[in-house]
């Protein structure tokens, strides 16, 4: 059974870093890409990062690039959002979710999602 676990949230004041944990169970993170993904209240989804598993190439949204890393540690199945720099629009549900190949495109199964809160 595919499940997706995220940890990490919490409440940081701006400029503060949190990193945020997706553990993955019934599969394996090098096999498939996964994404994290955000939501803010009354806001659309918004995709984050990307790490794909073809070549383990990485993606960011324009808003977290240069702030934001995506890894992976296959020996614990876990993949890895650090977060640095944080300001208030980073305020939001913050989810993993695993997509359907090797590649950063559809996805298929998603964690149940952690709460990050940016103020001070």
């Known amino acids: 059974q595919v499940q997706l676990v995220e940890s990490g949230g919490g409440l940081v004041q701006p400029g503060g870093s949190l990193r945020l944990s997706c553990a993955a169970s019934g599969f394996t993170v090098d096999y498939y890409a996964i994404g994290w993904f955000r939501q803010a209240p009354g806001k659309e989804r918004e995709g984050v990062s990307c790490?794909?598993?073809?070549?383990?190439?990485?993606y960011y949204g324009d808003s977290v690039k240069g702030r934001f890393t995506i890894s992976r540690d296959n020996a614990k199945n876990t993949v890895y959002l650090q977060m640095n720099n944080l300001n208030p629009e980073d305020t939001g549900v913050y989810y993993c979710?695993?997509?359907?190949?090797?590649?950063?495109?559809?996805?298929?199964?998603w964690g149940q999602g952690t709460q990050v809160t940016v103020s001070s």
């Open positions: 979710a695993r997509g359907s190949s090797y590649y950063c495109a559809e996805y298929q199964y």
């Open positions: 790490i794909s598993a073809s070549d383990g190439s990485t």
